[in-house]
């Protein structure tokens, strides 16, 4: 989805918004405001100006009704760029909303940030907060992002981060899961599917930079250390959510570890690993990893993957609003689906 153009009237003969400015006695900003769909006009004056609007021929009735009794709240989601199928697909249910969105539900926008660039996402939120009435976004664990979300949220804007957290601020939620606990569920699985109780163990990641990946390695290093204190982890690989390098990755892996009996990747782009496990024929290595998209699921199919660990894309954007609209204004953790071979819906 890309920022909508500005509605502005400008063909030869059509009214123009100082048109509607002059008759409303407001200033042309107040005008595009209301156009726009920009928060900062009092109730009042918005239905005045969109009564002019239509009167005099710059908006159909039709487009007039569009914009509802009240003005619908404006949310904007911020997510990484990147190859990462399960953001892609997040972004293409996103996109499906604003397909199917009435008139009086929230006004949608999304946009990409260049992946594991907190200076360009706290940039976003602050470029974001004068039209939205609540962001959601993908959070990088960051002082600058700590410090543009405290003053974004200290403004009124609602902040809410999904999928990865940022950390005890103030006015900022979070909806996603319980990462320490599904960090320890895969290193249980391992544990359990291993065809042996000894060997190595390897954490591929996104970024450490990812209180997700962080914590989901955090409670998978506890685990492992609680139950199965003969596997031996080998350190965390970060691969950036990206296929290339996960393949790389995979591939020294194999080279280092001989005895590498399993893989956990806290992140996303699962689809190199499962290329660098075919190609050496390391199939009996078990591997666990995070959404399910086509690749992953091609992958159970294939017995390339033991375990898919899913977060709903829908779930997660409906609960996302609603913190957002103040419908569930303390989050839960959203329930951890995990995927095998024979359970794939």
């Given at each position: 989805m890309s920022d909508g153009q500005d509605l502005i009237a400008d063909e030869a003969g059509r009214p123009q918004m100082s048109d509607i400015a002059e008759q409303a006695g407001v200033s042309l900003a107040t005008v595009d405001r209301v156009i726009n769909r920009r928060k900062g006009v009092k109730e009042r004056t918005r239905r005045r100006v969109?009564?002019?609007?239509?009167?005099?021929?710059?908006?159909?009735?039709?487009?007039?009704?569009?914009?509802?009794?009240?003005?619908?709240?404006?949310?904007?989601?911020?997510?990484?760029?990147?190859?990462?199928?399960?953001?892609?697909?997040?972004?293409?249910?996103?996109r499906d909303?604003?397909?199917?969105?009435?008139?009086?539900?929230?006004?949608?926008?999304?946009?990409?940030?260049?992946?594991?660039?907190?200076?360009?996402?706290?940039?976003?939120?602050?470029?974001?907060?004068?039209?939205?009435?609540?962001?959601?976004?993908?959070?990088?664990?960051?002082?600058?992002?700590?410090?543009?979300?405290?003053?974004?949220?200290?403004?009124?804007?609602?902040?809410?981060?999904?999928?990865?957290?940022?950390?005890?601020?103030?006015?900022?939620?979070?909806?996603?899961?319980?990462?320490?606990?599904?960090?320890?569920?895969?290193?249980?699985?391992?544990?359990?599917?291993?065809?042996?109780?000894?060997?190595?163990?390897?954490?591929?990641?996104?970024?450490?930079h990812y209180r997700a990946h962080s914590e989901r390695e955090a409670g998978f290093l506890s685990l492992l250390d609680e139950m199965f204190p003969d596997l031996r982890v080998i350190g965390m690989r970060e691969g950036h959510d990206d296929a290339g390098e996960n393949y790389r990755h995979t591939l020294e892996l194999f080279e280092q570890a001989r005895d590498l009996v399993g893989i956990y990747n806290v992140g996303g782009s699962s689809g190199?690993?499962?290329?660098?496990?075919?190609?050496?024929?390391?199939?009996?290595?078990?591997?666990?990893?995070?959404?399910?998209?086509?690749?992953?699921?091609?992958?159970?199919?294939?017995?390339?993957?033991?375990a898919v660990f899913d977060q709903d894309p829908d779930v997660l954007i409906d609960r996302a609003i609603a913190c957002l609209t103040g419908r569930e204004p303390r989050p839960r953790p959203l329930k951890l689906d995990i995927y095998f071979r024979e359970n794939l819906p």
């Open positions: 969109l009564e002019i609007a239509r009167d005099i021929g710059f908006l159909s009735a039709d487009d007039v009704a569009l914009y509802g009794e009240g003005r619908p709240l404006n949310i904007v989601v911020l997510l990484p760029s990147g190859t990462n199928p399960y953001l892609r697909l997040l972004g293409d249910r996103l909303r604003v397909g199917r969105s009435g008139a009086n539900d929230p006004f949608l926008r999304c946009f990409f940030i260049e992946s594991f660039d907190a200076g360009a996402l706290a940039a976003a939120l602050r470029r974001n907060a004068g039209w939205a009435d609540g962001i959601a976004f993908f959070a990088i664990d960051h002082p600058e992002v700590r410090d543009a979300a405290t003053e974004i949220a200290a403004s009124g804007t609602r902040l809410v981060t999904i999928v990865s957290d940022l950390g005890p601020v103030a006015g900022v939620d979070h909806v996603g899961l319980d990462n320490r606990s599904v960090g320890r569920t895969a290193g249980l699985l391992i544990g359990r599917l291993a065809e042996s109780r000894s060997g190595s163990v390897a954490l591929v990641a996104g970024s450490r190199g690993i499962t290329r660098a496990m075919r190609e050496q024929g390391r199939e009996s290595v078990v591997f666990i990893g995070h959404g399910l998209t086509a690749d992953t699921r091609r992958a159970l199919l294939e017995r390339s993957m033991d």
